[in-house]
């Protein structure tokens, strides 16, 4: 476990909109961390305490399915979040997740981020913003999925 | 020699090979005459004896008057042409269209963009950049496809990865069993590729929606709107314009397409019904 | 005896209707199947002539929107009516032909030899019509040979005037004649276009034309163009259609049109075809045919088991655009004559140029 070097979160698009400072904040908090395939980042139904921004590899959302057993629904790849349960209560992860391919992140505990929010509120308006374009994002890219653009004509 | 420009050319089956449940690649060798040579992003009218002409991509160009259709069976033509087997003789009419602009992109990055079937008419310009590597920078290709069993060329796939030259990203709509690649649809690896918005030529081929959405995760990024072409696809039956059915607006797409620049082309997508 | 040659203009002979049914059997007997206005079923349609006493003498119309009528007139004109239910497409563009016919030897086009034509009685309009079928299907047989018919009385749903297309003829024909009848006699001032119109003039029986013949001639025509039945408004069409995709107007126009499709088939510059696929019993033959279509077809936009355009107001938004405006980017020129024969044979009297009045309107007047 080691500190998030400014360059690491230099070289994210995700922060892009924030200044120096705020970036030089951000990593006080944050620690880099490196994962190997089939480690397990959380489990459906746990306290939901931190979030990631994978930086290289993949990590992936999962749910268990009695008689389909454990299905992969999204995968979060270089630049992109993962962990959103930590914003609103009962704060408990809603899904599983797990690591897919040799991956490294950003890793950021939800009460150091309420709290840096809190002392610095510039900092944590600007935080709000990033974190509602992900999702947004998120959300128009489930919604493509959706329509299920490839199937067969036929409907199947 | 003017030929009737109905006159369908026999092609024989050559080989047939499965790529997915509901689609398959032939390889069709000329019976005598050639058709002049395809170019990426045309496409030909295919008839099966007796049952109907559909138009399809060409998929890949080699030498000889060689052609090499994917066809995806939705339809009473296409399920007659996707299930020939070597040795049956289909009629062929083309080239017809407009192709993309592999000499466009040349000094600069190529990003394919390629959703579902849409990876057939995509897959003779990548190997055109492939084969003038030196003449572009980055080459990027991005698949998307709805489970990891609906992926063509998967072999392909798997050499394209291999250079390392190429980068490719590959995403599926559901997951399988033992898939441990990206779950997404494909407008997420094009939000954080690596990309040089500026010298970036892109070129999308898919749903029409997939194509609106990724043209406009690429906008948002800086791409310019003249440097991303689509493939635009309407009813076509005669491939020469004079039967009117593929009309878009102002476009005969069987003549100002089926690739289409995108300023011309977004303005005609974002019309209901047009 | 033997009409002096001119090779352009109003002002080579008169012919009476004895000099009519001449030019007809002239025609005839060089081998040309002569087509012209016939009555048949309460219309004036167009159909094989073999004398001037096949033409409709004394029938004019009473046209309108959503009305038809044959009528009798107060003379014996032979050329005294408009907006016929039928158009010169059907010869150069037949509503049915085989394309192409496969079997075990290979894919063989049909040997038909293509049908020698004289149209005789084509308006401007309709000369317009034939030159834009033309230039889109790049292939409509033999060139027919045209005698056309001077407009000296347009219809009520005429509007060739304001679509530049009429009602003089101006070239596209081989021998021009305007229809007169006075107190000096029912005759027709024939003109030729081409030298095989004046090849085919000096062999007929008449007089030279004189001054005043040409001049009573040119003089009706011009009159004509000042007594159209409607006008399209004098705007850039194009840029019109193009700025209205989004208009409310379409809908309204839905809550009138039955799709029908009459407008594309009475239409003389329609052109849009469907190939159909036939085999015989065996399989072993099979042919393949293209038949007239309309883009009112339900699935004439067929595309991965639905249509793009199923509502009524997509469709004939399709078509209206199209004839006035998306038809200039696709061959550089308008696609409606004006003949008006939409406006008549429309079932609820849809009526193009109030349309395209009423789109105006919406964009105040200013496309």
């Given at each position: 476990m080691t500190s998030a070097p400014m360059t690491e979160l230099d070289g994210l698009p995700l922060l892009a909109g924030l200044s120096h400072d705020q970036r030089a904040a951000l990593a006080g908090i944050a620690r880099h961390e490196d994962y190997e395939p089939g480690a397990r980042l959380f489990e459906e139904g746990r306290l939901a305490d931190r979030c990631w921004v994978v930086t290289a590899g993949?990590?992936?959302?999962?749910?268990?399915i009695p008689g389909r057993g454990r299905t992969v629904v999204q995968s979060v790849g270089p630049g992109e979040l993962l962990g959103w349960s930590w914003l609103v209560p009962p704060y408990r992860w809603h899904f599983g997740a797990s690591i897919a391919a040799p991956t490294s992140a950003v890793v950021v505990d939800a009460l150091d981020l309420r709290r840096l929010a809190d002392a610095d509120p510039v900092l944590g308006y600007r935080?709000?913003?990033?974190?509602?374009?992900?999702?947004?994002?998120r959300l128009q890219a489930t919604r493509i999925r959706l329509l299920d653009l490839y199937r067969h004509p036929d409907g199947d | 020699m003017a030929t009737d420009p109905w006159l369908p050319v026999a092609h024989r089956v050559r080989r047939r090979r499965v790529e997915t449940k509901d689609s398959a690649t032939l390889v069709l060798a000329p019976v005598a005459d050639r058709l002049p040579v395809f170019r990426p992003g045309q496409f030909a009218m295919l008839y099966a004896h007796g049952i109907g002409e559909v138009p399809i991509s060409i998929s890949d160009i080699p030498a000889g008057g060689v052609l090499v259709h994917t066809i995806r069976a939705v339809g009473a033509v296409s399920r007659a042409l996707h299930s020939a087997e070597p040795g049956a003789v289909l009629g062929v009419r083309g080239p017809f269209g407009t192709a993309w602009d592999v000499d466009r992109a040349e000094g600069g990055d190529l990003l394919l963009v390629a959703g579902g079937i849409g990876l057939a008419p995509l897959r003779p310009a990548l190997r055109h950049a492939l084969e003038h590597r030196s003449s572009y920078r980055r080459v990027t290709l991005v698949v998307g496809a709805r489970t990891p069993s609906d992926l063509l060329y998967d072999d392909e796939l798997r050499h394209w990865d291999s250079l390392a030259d190429v980068d490719v990203v590959v995403t599926v709509d559901h997951a399988a069993d033992g898939w441990t690649g990206r779950v997404g649809v494909v407008t997420e690896p094009l939000a954080s590729i690596p990309l040089d918005a500026t010298r970036t030529t892109a070129m999308l081929c898919g749903p029409e929606p997939m194509m609106r959405y990724c043209a406009r995760t690429l906008l948002g990024r800086g791409v310019p709107d003249e440097g991303v072409q689509v493939s635009l696809e309407r009813n076509m039956q005669c491939g020469t314009g004079v039967c009117g059915h593929c009309q878009l607006g102002p476009l005969l797409l069987c003549r100002d397409g089926p690739v289409v620049d995108l300023p011309v082309a977004t303005p005609l997508m974002l019309v209901k019904e047009l | 005896m033997v009409i002096p040659n001119s090779t352009n203009g109003l002002g080579d002979a008169v012919l009476d209707l004895?000099?009519?049914?001449?030019?007809?059997?002239?025609l005839r007997?060089?081998?040309?199947?002569?087509?012209?206005?016939?009555?048949?079923?309460?219309?004036?349609t167009l159909a094989e002539v073999e004398s001037v006493v096949d033409l409709p003498a004394g029938w004019g119309v009473d046209a309108g929107p959503g009305r038809y009528r044959v009528r009798r007139r107060s003379d014996d004109a032979v050329f005294g009516h408009s907006a016929g239910p039928q158009s010169w497409k059907s010869f150069l563009h037949p509503s049915r032909r085989t394309l192409v016919s496969s079997d075990s030897g290979g894919f063989h086009v049909p040997d038909e030899p293509a049908a020698k034509y004289a149209f005789l009685g084509a308006r401007a309009c309709d000369i317009a019509a034939i030159a834009k079928l033309t230039q889109v299907l790049r292939s409509t047989g033999r060139t027919p040979f045209v005698v056309a018919a001077q407009c000296t009385e347009p219809g009520e749903v005429c509007f060739c005037a304001s679509m530049r297309t009429g009602p003089?003829?101006?070239s596209g024909y081989d021998v021009a004649l305007t229809e007169r009848i006075d107190d000096e006699g029912h005759r027709f001032l024939a003109s030729a276009g081409t030298p095989a119109g004046a090849a085919l003039l000096a062999r007929l029986p008449g007089r030279a034309a004189q001054e005043r013949d040409v001049v009573l001639a040119e003089s009706d025509v011009a009159a004509a163009a000042d007594r159209m039945g409607r006008v399209m408004p004098e705007v850039d069409l194009r840029a019109l259609l193009a700025a209205s995709r989004d208009s409310a107007h379409w809908e309204s126009v839905a809550q009138r049109c039955l799709t029908c499709g009459n407008c594309t088939m009475v239409c003389p510059t329609c052109f849009c075809a469907t190939t159909e696929d036939v085999t015989d019993l065996s399989g072993g033959?099979?042919?393949?045919?293209?038949?007239?279509?309309s883009c009112f077809e339900i699935d004439f936009s067929g595309l991965h088991g639905g249509a793009v355009r199923t509502s009524g107001a997509s469709r004939y938004r399709q078509w209206m655009t199209h004839k006035l405006g998306t038809w200039h980017d696709q061959f550089g020129t308008s696609g409606c004559v004006g003949c008006g024969r939409c406006i008549a044979w429309c079932p609820v009297g849809i009526d193009i140029t109030a349309e395209a009045a009423a789109l105006t309107d919406l964009l105040g007047g200013r496309p």
């Open positions: 993949c990590a992936v959302v999962d749910t268990d935080m709000s913003r990033i974190l509602v374009e992900a999702l947004l994002n | - | 004895d000099g009519l049914d001449a030019l007809i059997g002239a007997a060089d081998g040309h199947l002569v087509i012209g206005p016939v009555l048949r079923d309460n219309a004036i003089a003829v101006e033959h099979a042919e393949r045919a293209q038949r007239w279509a």
